[in-house]
């Protein structure tokens, strides 16, 4: 029989499910002169742990390699509080299974009263005590009770969190505008964490609390908070280019910085888009060299934003004017490849809200449209220039952004082309347009999300139905009713087959008329 025992709070494990360190070894023996019980180190142990929390993991040998008859294994976590893995009752043995690569569950009885597993030994090898727990699809609820929302904060105040779940949280980390506060793995002394003070500028901040279950579900609270302090924030000035300066190619921005403590970082951004980290010259100056020909062309903010590790932050901008040619939205549509094309005030007609991720442009005289990938707020009739790289995707050009610039908003849409009884065929210049179609529903097939409309062309996507497929909200009862239906001409697979589309915006492209 071999013993092992290990002495610890509670019950603790970092990282997600496959990265989880083992607690310290109290003691480790064997009562038998025969069979051998060696603790693996970290980069001894097998990289894939069972399910929930992962212990020690130990080799199990014998100096003959055959296994005494009778031979048992005793793993334990002695005076241990378990209460974070439901109890001794989710305990169990594991053994690395070598040709499978994987931690086989192995049984084993369970002493409640000392938190001990016995199995038997049928194998020489490695085995480890961990959770055996049920399957856990429900995220922890937690709730911050102190301090109150939106209160004001002028001490060095102590964050209490409560936590329900299930099984148990085994974590709660604690954040302030995203940057880590503090993880508390004790739930002894409830889950705390301390903002001090004199850490913290002045300012509205965002306290959050994440808590994580041993199945690795988490739950979120967040409350707004207002601290009051004499701690000063960081500065940050940007020296050069000069406000108003005209960028191409590459350049360098410099500029310089300090805190009271430490800088952590000084992050660059044209308007919305972040483009670049400044490095510290450890003198309060920084640098950053960037390329504008990814950045979209126009009058850009270019903001330079300072943090440091606590999560204080200051910015500082500047106007300057970004130009690296551009071409029609035709002749980047055309181009293909893997270089970085520029179109200029070219319109939205379906903005990212109704198309998730992405973005149709139109040129006004309706020569060329484009799907672009993006997930910025782009809004329908904005004009807009755009940066990226076409490449041709599912059977559709598409242009994936490196930057978007947003000249306008509220502008009018390029008009509608009528596409009624036109055959729509993959690769034709209406790709990508604002079309209009009219015809009969011809089938809506439930839980699909599209139905058919034949607008006299004949098409079919080689199903059993005759239409054209439109995305998009039918009326009620939609077979054999007429409609027009106004959308983004698109493409979609099929099989290998690529096939015409029709992606409508909101339910009013889709509108019941008189046959004519």
């Known amino acids: 029989r071999a013993v092992c025992g290990r002495t610890a709070r509670t019950v603790r494990r970092e990282g997600r499910p496959g990265n989880r360190p083992s607690l310290p070894l109290s003691s480790l023996?064997?009562?038998?002169?025969?069979?051998?019980?060696?603790?693996?180190?970290?980069?001894?142990?097998?990289?894939?742990?069972?399910?929930?929390?992962?212990?020690?993991?130990?080799?199990?040998?014998?100096?003959?390699?055959?296994?005494?008859?009778g031979a048992m294994l005793d793993l334990s976590y002695d005076g241990e509080d378990t209460s974070a893995i439901g109890g001794t009752q989710y305990l169990a043995v594991y053994r690395y299974d070598t040709t499978a690569s994987t931690w086989v569950k192995v049984g084993g009885t369970v002493k409640p009263e000392e938190a001990t597993i016995e199995t038997p030994i049928t194998e020489l090898g490695y085995y480890t005590i961990s959770a055996d727990l049920p399957a856990d699809t429900t995220a922890p609820q937690v709730f911050i009770d102190n301090p109150a929302y939106g209160s004001t904060i002028n001490l060095?105040?102590?964050?209490?969190?409560?936590?329900?779940?299930?099984?148990?949280?085994?974590?709660?980390?604690?954040?302030?505008?995203?940057?880590?506060?503090?993880?508390?793995?004790?739930?002894?002394?409830?889950?705390?964490?301390?903002?001090?003070?004199?850490?913290?500028?002045?300012?509205?901040?965002?306290?959050?609390?994440?808590?994580?279950?041993?199945?690795?579900?988490?739950?979120?609270?967040?409350?707004?908070?207002?601290?009051?302090?004499?701690?000063p924030p960081p500065t940050v000035s940007i020296t050069s280019p000069?406000?108003?300066?005209?960028?191409?190619?590459?350049?360098?921005?410099?500029?310089?910085?300090?805190?009271?403590?430490?800088?952590?970082?000084?992050?660059?951004?044209?308007?919305?888009?972040?483009?670049?980290?400044?490095?510290?010259?450890?003198?309060?100056?920084?640098?950053?060299?960037?390329?504008?020909?990814?950045?979209?062309?126009?009058?850009?903010?270019?903001?330079?934003?300072?943090?440091?590790?606590?999560?204080?932050?200051?910015?500082?901008?500047?106007?300057?004017?970004?130009?690296?040619?551009?071409?029609?939205?035709?002749?980047?549509?055309?181009?293909?490849?893997?270089?970085?094309?520029?179109?200029n005030g070219i319109t939205v007609t379906a903005g990212t809200p109704e198309m998730g991720g992405a973005f149709y442009i139109e040129s006004d005289d309706r020569s060329a449209g484009i799907r672009v990938i993006s997930s910025l707020p782009i809004q329908e009739g904005d004009r807009v220039n755009v940066a990226g790289v076409i490449q041709t995707v599912n059977g559709e050009p598409q242009m994936t952004a490196s930057d978007v610039a947003i000249v306008s908003s509220g502008n009018t849409l390029p008009l509608t082309l009528g596409s009624s009884?036109?055959?729509?065929?993959?690769?034709?210049?209406?790709?990508?347009?604002?079309?209009?179609?009219?015809?009969?529903?011809?089938?809506?097939?439930?839980?699909?999300?599209?139905?058919?409309?034949?607008?006299?062309?004949?098409?079919?996507?080689?199903?059993?139905?005759?239409?054209?497929?439109?995305?998009?909200?039918?009326?009620?009862?939609?077979?054999?009713?007429y409609v027009t239906v106004t959308g983004i001409s698109s493409?979609?697979?099929?099989?290998?087959?690529?096939?015409?589309?029709?992606?409508?915006?909101?339910s009013a492209d889709v509108s019941e008329v008189p046959e004519p």
């Open 29 to 69: 023996q064997s009562t038998s002169p025969e069979l051998r019980l060696r603790y693996l180190g970290g980069d001894e142990k097998p990289l894939a742990p069972p399910a929930g929390y992962i212990g020690h993991a130990f080799d199990v040998t014998t100096d003959t390699g055959d296994i005494p008859p």
């Open 156 to 231: 060095d105040t102590t964050v209490r969190a409560t936590v329900n779940d299930d099984l148990g949280a085994w974590r709660v980390s604690f954040y302030m505008n995203g940057h880590l506060l503090h993880e508390d793995a004790d739930s002894l002394d409830f889950w705390t964490a301390n903002i001090p003070i004199i850490d913290y500028c002045t300012g509205d901040w965002t306290l959050s609390a994440v808590a994580e279950d041993l199945a690795g579900n988490t739950g979120t609270a967040e409350i707004p908070i207002h601290i009051n302090s004499a701690t």
């Open 242 to 343: 000069a406000d108003g300066a005209d960028l191409t190619g590459s350049a360098t921005v410099t500029g310089t910085c300090w805190d009271n403590v430490s800088v952590a970082s000084v992050a660059l951004y044209t308007d919305n888009t972040l483009i670049g980290y400044g490095e510290l010259d450890g003198s309060g100056g920084w640098s950053c060299q960037i390329d504008t020909t990814y950045l979209a062309n126009g009058t850009r903010t270019l903001k330079a934003v300072v943090e440091d590790y606590p999560g204080n932050s200051a910015s500082a901008s500047i106007s300057v004017n970004v130009d690296n040619g551009s071409v029609s939205l035709g002749s980047a549509k055309s181009s293909g490849g893997s270089s970085t094309a520029r179109v």
């Open 421 to 481: 009884q036109q055959a729509f065929r993959v690769g034709l210049a209406n790709t990508g347009l604002l079309v209009k179609l009219w015809g009969r529903i011809k089938a809506a097939p439930e839980g699909t999300g599209y139905f058919y409309l034949d607008d006299g062309s004949g098409l079919s996507d080689g199903s059993q139905y005759t239409g054209i497929r439109v995305y998009g909200q039918p009326p009620e009862n939609p077979v054999g009713r």
């Open 491 to 506: 493409v979609e697979m099929v099989g290998s087959v690529p096939i015409p589309v029709i992606r409508t915006r909101r």
